[in-house]
Nanobody, 123 residues
Framework: QVQLVESGGGLVQAGDSLRLSCAASGRPFGMGWFRQAPGKEREFVASIAWSGSSTYYADSVRGRFTISRDNPKSTMYLQMHSLKPEDTAVYYC???????????????????WGQGTRVTVSS
């Protein structure tokens, strides 16, 4: 079983930066970030394999967001730069324990989810 707790959300202005953290218990393999904006479906943001050697990004955030992880600390991060109002959403941390070498980009590839942290970007 994996438990995930997100932190770091908040209210920022367009162009600002923010770093989200996801503290994990249970030694997850692949981990990722998804987000859900008001009135929209949850969407993939970024993911990272256990080794950190493979990372994936949604086109909408590539070049602005960076995903990373610190396995000894059992923590994953999402560094967000040049935030836009359209980045406003609840951000969810997700994790998987079925595939030790790879990770995915789709919701069903992650069995464990956090409660989410809200990010609001004002224009």
């Amino acid at each position: 079983q994996v438990q995930l707790v997100e932190s770091g959300g908040g209210l920022v202005q367009a162009g600002d930066s923010l770093r989200l953290s996801c503290a994990a218990s249970g030694r997850p393999f692949g981990m990722g970030w998804f987000r859900q904006a008001p009135g929209k479906e949850r969407e993939f943001v970024a993911s990272i394999a256990w080794s950190g050697s493979s990372t994936y990004y949604a086109d909408s955030v590539r070049g602005r967001f960076t995903i990373s992880r610190d396995n000894p600390k059992s923590t994953m991060y999402l560094q967000m730069h040049s935030l836009k109002p359209e980045d406003t959403a609840v951000y969810y941390c997700a994790a998987d324990r079925s595939r030790p070498l790879i990770t995915g980009t789709r919701s069903f590839e992650f069995a464990f989810w956090g409660q989410g942290t809200r990010v609001t970007v004002s224009s």
